[in-house]
Nanobody, 123 residues
Framework: QVQLVESGGGLVQAGGSLRLSCAAS????????MGWYRQAPGKQRELVAV???????DYADSVKGRFTISRDNAKNTVCLQTISLKPEDTAVYYC?????????????????WGQGTQVTVSS
């Protein structure tokens, strides 16, 4: 079993920045992809950014140039550095891990989710 714990959310004024962090724990050998999703009230959960074990990344068009995702494979952590935040970035941000191989080399291709951290951007 894998647990994901996020930190770093909060309230910030438009134009400000936040750094979100997520640590995965459990019997982990490797994680294919780690990422961040967000869900605003009344909207579906959407991908914000993803980073694969080899370092390749993808971003939602709405955050390109403002958000940067990074990970530490050895520590099984992923971070999302945000700048120039806008009120429309307000949402609960969820950490995601997909494709986890455990220490016994068993592979789970599905998703693990964190509990979410609230990001609120005031105008």
């Amino acid at each position: 079993q894998v647990q994901l714990v996020e930190s770093g959310g909060g309230l910030v004024q438009a134009g400000g920045s936040l750094r979100l962090s997520c640590a995965a724990s459990g019997s982990i050998f490797s994680i294919d992809a780690m990422g961040w999703y967000r869900q605003a009230p009344g909207k579906q959960r959407e991908l914000v950014a993803v980073i694969r074990s080899g370092g390749s990344t993808d971003y939602a068009d709405s955050v390109k140039g403002r958000f940067t995702i990074s990970r530490d494979n050895a520590k099984n952590t992923v971070c999302l550095q945000t700048i120039s935040l806008k009120p429309e970035d307000t949402a609960v941000y969820y950490c995601n891990a997909r494709g986890v191989r455990d220490s016994l080399m068993s592979y789970f291709r599905g998703d693990y989710w964190g509990q979410g951290t609230q990001v609120t951007v005031s105008s």
